[in-house]
Structures are given as structure tokens and as C-alpha cells.
């Protein structure tokens, strides 16, 4: 691992404080607060991938120290955990190598971390992250029933004949509790996923980057044990109580990696063909509504697999580490 010098150290602070102020900027701007928090992770991937773990853990100190002294500790501790822990582990992951010849592989090449067991730790972290913010904020059946009951009390007063055609307002209550968790779980994982793949096609622009850029659409899959975890969660939503509200994050969060194996699946699918560029665009139309995206996330399911980037050893050049401990 590279030592920590002054260039590398001012580096890191440099990018910790654009995160915490791109953060201060999400909460200052509701309208683009989700943009701006995904975005607050790609200074930390790019330190991380050019410069390595020590850079990107500088960077996230600085940013947690920041946003404890402007806002809170507790707001620090839920934006490190949210987005800055994530950043940094997926950059750290995406900098893993070894000798390919220790997976079966040839002699003469390196192995890199595989894309499909990155967005499997994605999708693990994001759910960690979602549900350490349920607790945070209490997030309960009354949290959302009294939500409800305010949204209904404004509705009631630009539409009341709206308002006054729902008999009964327990089902939306009951199906929001679940649907709320489902819906940031999947959102945080592709907001990420898209950081991260600005952040490495940022770095790899540089010429500097240590993980060749692969091909996104042979690539792009699940790990082959994560449809296990994604019945998990389904079987959870079914149990009631917080099993059914960690198994809607589950289901959200892991939902949201098939989703992009499976446009990963359909992009390699269609490479080719005449009808391709008509066909993409549809798909992703249909993929703004809920239950066209069902086939989608089902292309994901059945087309798991691990694909192992091979690049020879570097020879020369950049002389940061790559952080090539075993995958």
C-alpha cells in the first residue's frame, strides 16, 4: 500500500470536502437532494481508484468531520454511513487483483475484483445503510400512517372530491410501509451503481486508472448466490413486522442490481442487430413503471455469473498501488 505523503493527504481533503459540500448542497436543494447525495460519493470512488484506499479514507474522515461540525454528528454518522463508507469500499473493491493463475487462469495475466460481486456488496451496503436510517428516524406503521394522514389533509384541500372517494386509507398505509423502504433501497443502489460508473470512467480518462475498463455489458451481472437473497427478502415481506420491513429493503436493494444485470444481459442480447436502438429505448421507457420492469429484473434472475476481468501485469507507468490483496 502506498505511503501517505502531503500530496496524497491534501488529495483526500480536498475530495471529503466537495462531498460534505455537495451534501450541504442536497439539503439545501430538496428539489435535487437525491442527485446531489449520489453525487457526493464520486469524489470519494475517483481518490479511491487513482490514489488508493488511504486517499479515500482521508477523504471520508474529512467529509465526516465537516458534517458534524457544520450540521451534527449524528447527520455525520448517517451520510458516512449512507454514502461515504459505500464510496469507499466499492473503490476499494474495484482495486482488487491477483495472479489469474490462482483462479485457474493463465500464467501471465491478473484477475481483477469481479463487477458482479461489487454490485453484490453494493446492494448489501445499501441496505445496511437504509435500514440503520429507518432506526434512525423511528420509521414505523404510526411514522407512515401519520404521513398518510397529512398528505390526505392536503390533498383534501386542493381535491376533496379526490380524497372523498377513498373509503378507507389502511390499505395505502400498509402498502406504502413496505413500499417505502423497497423504493429507497433500489433507488440509492442504481443512484450508486451510476456514481461509480462515472467515477471509473473518470479515472480510467486520466490514464491512471489500475482496473481496465471492461465491458459493461458482459460484465454486468449478479452474483450467482444473490437470487438466494433476494427469496429471502421476498419470503420476509411476507412475515410481517420489521422481517417484512428488512425484507422489502432486501427485496428493493437487490431488485435494483437484477434490474441493471438485466439491461447489462439485454444490451449484449441486442448488440448487432438493426432493431437495437429502437428496442433499448422501449426498455428503459418501460422500465419507469413498476410492473414492466418486472421482466426485466427477471432477464436479471436467469442470467447470474462471475466475469473475471484479465489484464497483463503492469509493467511501468503509475506507480500507486492497486491494493491487490486475494479477491
Not at 483526500?12 to 437525491?34: D, Y
Not at 491477483?98 to 491478473?110: D, F, K, M, T, V
Not at 377513498?166 to 423497497?182: Q, R, V
Not at 460484465?219 to 411476507?238: D, E, K, Q
Request: with cysteine.
Amino acid at each position: 500500500m502506498k505511503k501517505l505523503n502531503g500530496k496524497l493527504l491534501l488529495t483526500g481533503f480536498l475530495a471529503g470536502i466537495t462531498a460534505i459540500v455537495l451534501v450541504l448542497a442536497a439539503n439545501a436543494q430538496p428539489s435535487f437532494s437525491s442527485v446531489f447525495y449520489a453525487a457526493s460519493a464520486l469524489p470519494v470512488m475517483i481518490v479511491g481508484m487513482r490514489w488508493g484506499n488511504m486517499t479515500a479514507i482521508v477523504a471520508i474522515v474529512t467529509a465526516a468531520v465537516a458534517g458534524a461540525l457544520a450540521v451534527s454528528p449524528l447527520f455525520a454518522l448517517a451520510m458516512a454511513i449512507f454514502t461515504l463508507l459505500p464510496a469507499g469500499w466499492i473503490s476499494h473493491l474495484a482495486n482488487l487483483a491477483r495472479p489469474a493463475a490462482e483462479i485457474g487462469g493463465p500464467q501471465h495475466l491478473i484477475a481483477w475484483y469481479p463487477l458482479s460481486d461489487i454490485l453484490m456488496h453494493l446492494c448489501v451496503l445499501v441496505c445496511i445503510g437504509v435500514i440503520f436510517l429507518g432506526v434512525l428516524i423511528g420509521y414505523n406503521a404510526d411514522l407512515v400512517s401519520t404521513m398518510i394522514d397529512k398528505l390526505m389533509q392536503v390533498l383534501g384541500q386542493q381535491d376533496p372530491a379526490f380524497v372523498a372517494s377513498i373509503d378507507n386509507t389502511n390499505g395505502i398505509k400498509a402498502t406504502m410501509l413496505l413500499t417505502l423502504p423497497m423504493v429507497q433501497a433500489g433507488m440509492w443502489v442504481l443512484m450508486l451503481f451510476t456514481a461509480y460508473y462515472l467515477a471509473s470512467r473518470i479515472v480510467f480518462a486520466s490514464g491512471h486508472t489500475t482496473r481496465p475498463r471492461e465491458d459493461i455489458p458482459s460484465a454486468l451481472r449478479m452474483n450467482s448466490n444473490t437470487p438466494l437473497i433476494f427469496l429471502a427478502g421476498v419470503i420476509a415481506c411476507f412475515i410481517g413486522g420489521i422481517p417484512a420491513l428488512i425484507g422489502a429493503t432486501i427485496c428493493g436493494a437487490f431488485g435494483a442490481g437484477f434490474l441493471l444485470a438485466g439491461f447489462g444481459s439485454l444490451h449484449l442480447r441486442t448488440r448487432g442487430k438493426e432493431w437495437r436502438v429502437p428496442a433499448l429505448i422501449l426498455s428503459y421507457m418501460m422500465a419507469l413503471m413498476a410492473f414492466p420492469a418486472i421482466f426485466i429484473v427477471i432477464l436479471g434472475l436467469i442470467d447470474t455469473r462471475r466475469t473475471v476481468a484479465l489484464t497483463p501485469p503492469r509493467t511501468g507507468g503509475n506507480s500507486h498501488d492497486g491494493n491487490t490483496p486475494n479477491t
